[in-house]
């Protein structure tokens, strides 16, 4: 969670940890790695059990571990960009751009089952930011996205309504994830 929805005043850098370290090197933005349980809809384990992968295959977006099964979470029509997490209940929650419009996966608690929401920012990422055990109260998981020069991010505990502006930047955002220092990182390239 970022203290009151702001950046920190300085950068803060450190290496990302974890699964999502695999997603910044040489880039291919139609896969994804991510920390994840035992299974979908499972987390017994821990949120930290797997490596997670998520690419897109044809028109599909498939989930897949270790010990698990592939499985296909989305079917759509030219999806060029995904990046996906886990909520604390092991239910996959998917941002993506399909046709040249984002778009995000998560599950809706009021339906209940999974809502699809458009939105307008480019580069989505998605990211559970603290999966520790003893975290769980205050983990969120964050859309982060580029939308007229800045830095935006959505939360799900404000069920992804609510737009904060985070910094005015240039450039693409990569990915975000948890730095060794234990402070959420959004990586970005230049212009």
């Given at each position: 969670m970022l203290p009151n929805n702001v950046l920190s005043t300085t950068d803060v850098f450190s290496p990302v940890i974890g699964s999502r370290s695999n997603s910044i090197p040489?880039?291919?933005?139609?896969?994804?790695?991510?920390?994840?349980?035992?299974?979908i809809n499972?987390?017994?384990?821990?949120?930290?059990?797997?490596?997670?992968?998520?690419?897109?295959i044809g028109n599909?977006?498939?989930?897949?571990a270790p010990s698990v099964s592939p499985t296909v979470i989305y079917s759509g029509v030219n999806i060029?960009?995904?990046s996906f997490t886990f909520d604390q209940n092991m239910r996959p929650t998917l941002t993506f751009v399909e046709g040249g419009q984002s778009k995000l996966m998560w599950y809706n608690?009021?339906?209940?089952?999974?809502?699809?929401?458009?939105?307008?920012g480019s580069f989505p990422r998605?990211?559970?930011d603290d999966k520790r055990p003893n975290q769980n109260i205050t983990s969120d998981i964050i859309l982060a996205y580029i939308f007229n020069n800045n830095l935006c991010m959505r939360m799900q505990r404000d069920r992804y309504l609510i737009e904060y502006i985070l910094k005015n930047v240039t450039g693409r955002l990569i990915t975000i994830g948890m730095g060794s220092n234990w402070r959420v990182q959004f990586n970005m390239t230049g212009a």
């Open positions: 040489n880039r291919d933005f139609t896969i994804d790695y991510e920390d994840g349980g035992i299974a499972d987390p017994s384990a821990g949120l930290m059990y797997q490596m997670w992968t998520g690419h897109v599909d977006v498939v989930l897949s060029t960009e995904i608690p009021l339906i209940p089952g999974n809502d699809i929401t458009n939105f307008s998605v990211f559970l």
